[in-house]
Nanobody
Framework: QVQLVESGGGSVQAGGSLRLSCAASGYTYSSYCMGWFRQAPGKEREGVAAIDSDGYTTYADSVKGRFTISQDNAKKTLYLQMNSLKPEDTAMYYC?????????????WGQGTQVTVSS
């Protein structure tokens, strides 16, 4: 079965950096769209960044120029490099996967990793 396991979250001060990782298993990794979503307390889940099977990347306007999504197909691992972090980036970050970016109901989710940015 498909499994997505995130790691790399933590607490940092504003201006700092973190790198999230998502280890995938149970499917043909390179043929899927992979992405990161986040959800802050009291807010809806929002898309942060995605990379499709052709390597095309998209970003939310709020993170453009600060976050970089990448992947290592050999390791079946997705990354999110987050620089110049702001307190408003504080959220639970989730890895997601599906056959395309994105159906109304995304099929596969990780358990989430918490990112907390203090001012």
């Amino acid at each position: 079965q498909v499994q997505l396991v995130e790691s790399g979250g933590g607490s940092v001060q504003a201006g700092g950096s973190l790198r999230l990782s998502c280890a995938a298993s149970g499917y043909t990794y390179s043929s899927y769209c992979m992405g990161w979503f986040r959800q802050a307390p009291g807010k809806e889940r929002e898309g942060v960044a995605a990379i499709d099977s052709d390597g095309y990347t998209t970003y939310a306007d709020s993170v453009k120029g600060r976050f970089t999504i990448s992947q290592d197909n050999a390791k079946k691992t997705l990354y999110l490099q987050m620089n110049s972090l702001k307190p408003e980036d504080t959220a639970m970050y989730y890895c997601a996967a599906d056959i395309f970016c994105w159906p109304v109901e995304i099929n596969y989710w990780g358990q989430g990793t918490q990112v907390t940015v203090s001012s």
